[in-house]
């Protein structure tokens, strides 16, 4: 078992930066690849980064390329996501998930088998 707690979101003009953070419990922690998803009102939970177990292997959706960078410290068991240049159309509520899967990179939901709570984040125009 591993839970997930989201913090680190908020309010924020566009343009400007976040950096959310994912504490993880659990000694499994650093076996699992992470992801960073978000939903949007009226929206399908969507794919923005994963990261693999060891770091080593990073992903984007097309969306967050440049904008935003994920990273993790398994001494901490936490993953982050540093999200600069921020848009309107980033505001949604942000979930951090763990995979124990070798698909984790598909960006599919349904590799991942453990979610936080998430995190709202909202930018003003």
């Known amino acids: 078992q591993v839970q997930l707690v989201e913090s680190g979101g908020g309010l924020v003009q566009a343009g400007g930066s976040l950096r959310l953070s994912c504490a993880a419990s659990g000694r499994t922690f650093s076996s699992y690849a992470m992801g960073w998803f978000r939903q949007a009102p009226g929206k399908e939970r969507e794919f923005a980064a994963a990261i693999s177990w060891s770091g080593t292997s990073i992903y984007y959706a097309d969306s967050a390329e440049g904008r935003f960078t994920i990273s993790r410290d398994n001494a901490k068991n936490t993953v982050y996501l540093q999200m600069n240049s921020l848009k309107p159309e980033d505001t949604a509520v942000y979930y951090c998930?763990?995979?124990?899967?070798?698909?984790?990179?598909?960006?599919?939901?349904?590799?991942?088998?453990?979610w936080g709570q998430g995190t709202q984040v909202t930018v003003s125009s």
């Open positions: 998930a763990a995979s124990n899967s070798i698909y984790y990179y598909d960006r599919s939901p349904t590799y991942y088998n453990y």
